[in-house]
């Protein structure tokens, strides 16, 4: 017979694997359903501009695009990657809300420093944009701010950047109060250096010569640096507001550790089905869609493995290419949930073109961010529409990994089964004749380990049961009869 566990056990475990916003609203089903409307609804309004309200004047680029065309530099790699890597800009662009008119790709040893093609292409870009009609070239790429107004000056429409683009997408999904902090300051550290006039137009008018000093320098110049000046402010705001919230996660994390839940995250690329996954997993009404960075606020689930021990399961943000470094920075406390989990699934879309590519460049922001060491599963999903071949390229180039559909629901029983045999079990196994003035105990074995049986005897409760080192001592520790 199984010992029940106690109300106030339980209760503090189900405290700890829940996390408060994830109790969906009362009159809602589930608060990310309305997500999706919204967004639609809301898409193309947002740019960089929303954050900035109260910086006045500020010239920045506002990413009001509408017809684009994109435009790479191919310095390495084969022509394919090169390609591959414009469709996905193209994919960026779309999911920005733009329309792609055309794309080009220019060979170069390098990009040139003043207009990232070379005033020649540059000239021939122009004809492009003229044909198609086009009011934003996006260059796949970050460029210097020196670079987008020398490209700019040429082809005589809006010049962006691949990071300009993400940050944008960003701004469009993030939800919470902390990702909207995120991504904002994102966009101030990439703005700051990209203020029009700073330097440039000023010292022209100034001849360059001068000694500096206030009786020098242009009312234009003044105001920028109130700009700069406000922008260092908000972006101090920015900062101690997302550590506060990281100090709230943090506890709530330090609380499932002490808990002892057992954790599960989900990483991967953008669009490889990390929510698709977490929903089939665990019945969660998280968004999906088929859209680059759906995903930016993390979502921490419940589930149970087959044999029921319960853990936490985490979706997170994708990743791509190039995630600009701000970004990953800001992102930081989000990706520290990946880096703290027990176990990660790496998710891979399996009919992808270039799924090495993307586990690739996965590994390289978990490096980037110290996370580069953890136990981590490849999870290639998509197996329904995936090329047989490369399902079997892919299962054997990566030891241990595992082939599902959260679509079809095929692999997803053996991936539970997965979970269940990777996450750690409680090391000691014990037997030990607990005094009923002990119980609470036997609430910790139900919390923390395994119970194999709980007796109810005469003397107190005969436990079996698989516990950490340190409850073990403790039960060690109960007065035998
Ligand atoms: N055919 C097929 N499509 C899938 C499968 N899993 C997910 N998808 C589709 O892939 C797209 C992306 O799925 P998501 O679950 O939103 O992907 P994600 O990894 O969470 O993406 P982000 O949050 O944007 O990083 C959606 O259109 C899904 O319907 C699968 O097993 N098979
Ligand atoms: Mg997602």
Redesign the pocket.
Known sequence: MTHPEGPAARQQRADALMDEHLVPGPDSFDGEQYDREERAALRRVTGLSTELADVTEVEYRKLRLERVVLVGVWTSGSADDAEASLAELAALAETAGALVCDGVIQRRQKPDPATYIGSGKAAELREIVEEAGADTVVCDGELSPSQLVHLEEVVRVKVVDRTALILDIFAQHAKSREGKAQVALAQMQYMLPRLRGWGQSMSRQMGGGGGGGMATRGPGETKIETDRRQIHERMAKLRREIAQLKTGRDIKREERRRNRVLSVALA?Y????????LNRLTGAGV?????????LDTTVRRAETPSGRPYTIA?T??FVRHLPHHLVEAFRSTIDEVADAHLVLH?VDG?HPEPEAQLASVREVLAEVGAGEIREVVVV?????ADPDVLSRLLAAEQGSIA?????GEGIEALRDFIDVLLPRPEVEIEAMVPYSQGGLVSRAHTEGEVLSAEHTEQGTLLKARVGPELAAALRACPQP
């Open positions: 991967g953008t669009n490889a089905g990390k929510s698709s996954l968004l999906v869609e088929n859209a680059l960075f759906a995903t979706d943000v994708g998710v009919s999903n998509k197996a329904d529409v599902v559909s959260a679509r079809t």
